[in-house]
């Protein structure tokens, strides 16, 4: 069997994992002693799985692989927010980050190198499409980050407790490697997350929203960013497809059919000018008003390639009171990370851009962004403060 035939065991969900041992001839067990060496305990030499009779080790050896993908770099932030470049078979890299808070730690991960949706207001829709990630690349994203953060099982560093897809890329529109993955963040062999602890954040794939309802239970984030749909068509352009109204009713739909007091929540980025009014959250306020949710403005965060900008604090803290004296919980996202490019919307990755969007904008003068496809933490950025460790590896 040639190398690159071999099925790369750590990108195989519970049921396929399982199946693909029986088809070897071994006993279903045999899943879940190999899913704890890998995810459990980070273990990838076949060699070291102890519990696992020497000839079938072997025969494993032989015909599998276990294969994360590789780091590019490691970048560590004041606040002790973690932002790895992961390269992708494809060539593309994106960008995974760690944001510890409290007793807890959140990793946000991407599921695409690039982004299709070209969200107006998005760093990462501002680099084109290249891929889908496979199942190993963002399961290889939690897994990385455990080792790298020596919080694997018997490890003394800060945990993983949730994972949230709001890294690169639309999840939904990468469904099934993104399920397979959750699969794996919430099995008790492998990541054992809590099911309110895993958050798909999705513009309103509807499709993928419906295909969501009976496949799986974690949380939802809805990123709306405009009270109506005029705005948004402008702010989100899926939305020409897939309105408002109708992407509200599909969380809903969602929602309830988990059975459990459990609200979605409602991210809008607030961009000075554009969405940050008080009209526009006196209609958000009136949008929500029979909707259960919970609201996070997220305040823009700049970047070269687009004029938009950040609200000022007063306008954020009226914003803020208004949908809360309409009775809606709201938080403000804090930036975290954004010494090292990776706060909320300023993952970029290095994608290589099928759609030649960047090109285009180039073209058009839109952007002021060379197109030498350097990651956006290397650009010379004033507000860097990175300090690459180069683990790449
Ligand atoms: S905001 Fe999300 S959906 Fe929109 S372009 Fe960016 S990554 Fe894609």
């Not at 080790?57 to 606040?79: K, M, N």
């Not at 496979?134 to 939690?142: D, F, L, P």
């Amino acid at each position: 069997m040639s190398t690159a035939a071999k099925p790369n065991l750590i990108g195989l969900d519970p049921v396929k994992l399982t199946a693909l041992l029986e088809s070897m001839g071994e006993k279903p067990y045999r899943a879940r002693q190999l899913m704890r060496w890998v995810h459990r305990r980070g273990v990838l030499d076949f060699d070291a799985m102890t519990d696992i009779g020497k000839s079938f080790r072997e025969r494993l050896a032989r015909e599998t692989a276990l294969a994360p993908p590789e780091i590019v770099s490691r970048h560590d932030a004041d606040d002790g927010c973690v932002k790895w470049i992961i390269r992708t078979a494809s060539g593309s890299a994106v960008e995974a980050v760690y944001i510890p808070e409290g007793g807890r730690g959140t990793l946000c991960v991407s599921s695409q190198a690039g982004c299709i949706l070209d969200c107006s207001f998005c760093a990462t829709g501002k680099q084109g499409f290249d891929s889908n990630l496979t199942t190993a690349e963002i399961i290889g994203q939690i897994w990385h980050a455990r080792r790298e953060l020596d919080s694997f099982e018997d490890g003394a560093g800060p945990p993983v407790t949730n994972v949230v897809f709001m890294g690169m890329g639309e999840p939904l529109l990468n469904f099934d490697n993104v399920m397979d993955a959750v699969d794996l963040m919430l099995s008790d062999y492998a990541y054992g997350l809590s099911k309110r602890r895993v958050t798909i954040s999705t513009a309103g794939v509807l499709p993928g929203l419906e295909r969501m309802r009976g496949r799986t239970d974690v949380a939802l984030a809805v990123s709306l960013h405009a009270p109506n749909d005029e705005l948004r068509n402008e702010l989100v352009p899926l939305n020409k497809k897939y309105p408002i109204a109708e992407l509200l009713e599909a969380a809903g739909e969602y929602m309830s059919d988990l059975g459990e007091s459990r609200d979605p929540l409602i991210e809008y980025t607030l961009i000075r000018g554009v969405n940050d009014h008080r009209k526009h959250a006196r209609e958000l306020a009136a949008l929500l008003e029979d909707f259960p949710c919970k609201v996070n403005l997220i305040p823009f965060n700049e970047f070269n390639e687009v004029s938009y900008r950040r609200p000022s604090a007063s306008s954020i803290g009226n914003f803020r009171k208004i949908l809360q004296d309409a009775g809606l919980v709201v938080t403000v996202r804090t930036t975290r990370a954004d010494g090292i490019a990776a706060a909320c919307g300023q993952l970029t990755g290095a994608v290589r851009d099928q759609t030649r969007r960047r090109e285009r904008m180039l073209r058009r003068g839109e952007s002021g962004a060379s197109s030498s496809g350097l990651i956006h933490s290397e650009r010379g950025d004033s507000r860097q403060t990175a300090r690459p460790r180069g683990t790449a590896r």
